[in-house]
T-cell receptor, first 111, second 118 residues
Framework: GQQLNQSPQSMFIQEGEDVSMNCTSS?????WLWYKQDPGEGPVLLIA?????ELTSNGRLTAQFGITRKDSFLNISASIPSDVGIYFC???????????FGTGTSLTVIP | GAVVSQHPSWVICKSGTSVKIECRSL??????MFWYRQFPKQSLMLMAT?????????EQGVEKDKFLINHASLTLSTLTVTSAHPEDSSFYIC??????????????FGPGTRLTVL
């Protein structure tokens, strides 16, 4: 199946720093979702985006649905140790039920 | 948000046996559920789409006779790994699709099931 390009693949940052990651696709999507996965657990939904240009926040997290509908961005401000984990983007095209997943961004926060 | 549960969370079995994993939507009805497989440090790989009351749709390369999916009710989908072998050892995660009024879709995941085949 289709897989989205997500970058960076991994990040090592100091506590308190801001984080940015993005996801790109060759296809147009109608929905973008961002998840965080801790080791041995299922992904947890962070933010859902449904309109091009939409900017949505969830606490220190902010995500945007790209104007071209082929990309999305996730920002984490003032990172803390519990932000450690793997972040996945997921996109849904305008046909079908299926969501396609990004390759993941592994985030390590150094206290 | 919607809650999805999986059972068991961890299972160890002998090679050649079959294992059933349950996925339940606890506070909503899900006409569509998805089954994923995830290897260490990799992304989720969609195995099949489970539709209530009809046959599952399998992704290319996934053996439907080996990974049996049954979506008998609006709150339960099961994945049975038949004649499991060590290469089937993996983390299996289900998700449920939630459709909101209008056009929006969201997907909520279960906590996953760690399968180890000896």
């Amino acid at each position: 199946g289709q897989q989205l390009n997500q970058s960076p693949q991994s990040m090592f940052i100091q506590e308190g720093e801001d984080v940015s990651m993005n996801c790109t696709s060759s296809s147009i999507f109608n929905t973008w979702l961002w998840y965080k996965q801790d080791p041995g657990e299922g992904p947890v939904l962070l933010i859902a985006l449904y309109k091009a240009g939409e900017l949505t926040s969830n606490g220190r997290l902010t995500a945007q649905f790209g104007i071209t509908r082929k990309d999305s961005f996730l920002n984490i401000s003032a990172s803390i140790p519990s932000d450690v984990g793997i972040y996945f983007c997921a996109g849904q095209p305008n046909t079908g039920n299926q969501f396609y997943f990004g390759t993941g961004t592994s985030l390590t926060v150094i206290p | 948000g919607a809650v999805v549960s999986q059972h068991p969370s961890w299972v160890i079995c002998k090679s050649g046996t079959s294992v059933k994993i349950e996925c339940r939507s606890l506070d909503f009805q899900a006409t569509t559920m998805f089954w994923y497989r995830q290897f260490p440090k990799q992304s989720l790989m969609l195995m099949a789409t489970s539709n209530e009351g009809s046959k599952a749709t399998y992704e290319q390369g996934v053996e439907k006779d080996k990974f049996l999916i049954n979506h008998a009710s609006l709150t339960l989908s099961t994945l049975t790994v038949t004649s499991a072998h060590p290469e089937d050892s993996s983390f299996y995660i289900c998700s449920a699709r939630v459709s909101r009024a209008g056009l929006t879709d969201t997907q909520y995941f279960g906590p996953g099931t760690r399968l180890t085949v000896l």
